[in-house]
């Protein structure tokens, strides 16, 4: 346990459109997921600061390809998926933006899938599952938030899940050693 860390993860940039993203040699980790399902807390919880990643009460404030720069790569996160209030015009543009990134980006080696253990894996998650499978991008759902429930349901839930889906884990920023799990995952993925 005493090599897990917390990781070293800088803002980098925002890029609204795909052909504006950056080119670079590094490994490149997809966080998706519905709005409000907890990526932004991820990443500052993984980071181990408050402020990395925009955070806010009202879901659907991330609107662009955020990159944070790691050691050996980046982390992108993405705009959370299924906003009622996101305009068409912004909608319109992610749809044809965010399928461009899963098919042809060929520093993407990973996604992690965040959605709120209390309400699992709606339409718009099984969508983006079926997208990361058709592009044969290996990937994980994360189930946040799980200090909101009962500690004795989180095994139960996961196993339910593993039963259609491959890997599935759980995660809460008040869990240090939840968060360095997943953080020394992260370090993993992007050193192989």
Do not use: C
């Amino acid at each position: 346990m005493s090599s897990l860390r917390f990781l070293n993860i800088d803002f980098f940039a925002s890029f609204e459109e795909y052909h504006q993203i950056i080119n670079h040699d590094g490994k490149e980790i997809a966080f998706v997921g519905a709005s409000n399902s907890g990526k932004s807390s991820a990443i500052n919880a993984l980071a181990n600061k408050s402020k990395l990643a925009k955070v806010s009460k009202k879901p659907g404030k991330t609107k662009l390809f955020n990159f944070f720069r790691l050691n050996r790569g980046y982390i992108v996160d993405f705009p959370g998926y299924g906003y009622a209030k996101t305009s068409k015009e912004q909608k319109k543009i992610w749809s044809i933006e965010l399928p461009q990134y899963f098919e042809k980006r060929p520093n993407l080696s990973f996604a992690y899938l965040f959605s709120d253990i209390r309400h699992p894996l709606k339409d718009s998650d099984y969508q983006m599952l079926e997208m990361l499978a058709k592009n044969q991008i290996e990937h994980k759902i994360i189930f946040t938030k799980s200090d909101k429930i009962n500690s004795q349901e989180i095994p139960k839930i996961l196993d339910r899940q593993k039963g259609e889906l491959l890997q599935v884990d759980f995660f809460s920023i008040k869990d240090k050693s939840q968060i360095l799990k997943i953080a020394s995952e992260i370090n993993e993925l992007l050193s192989n």
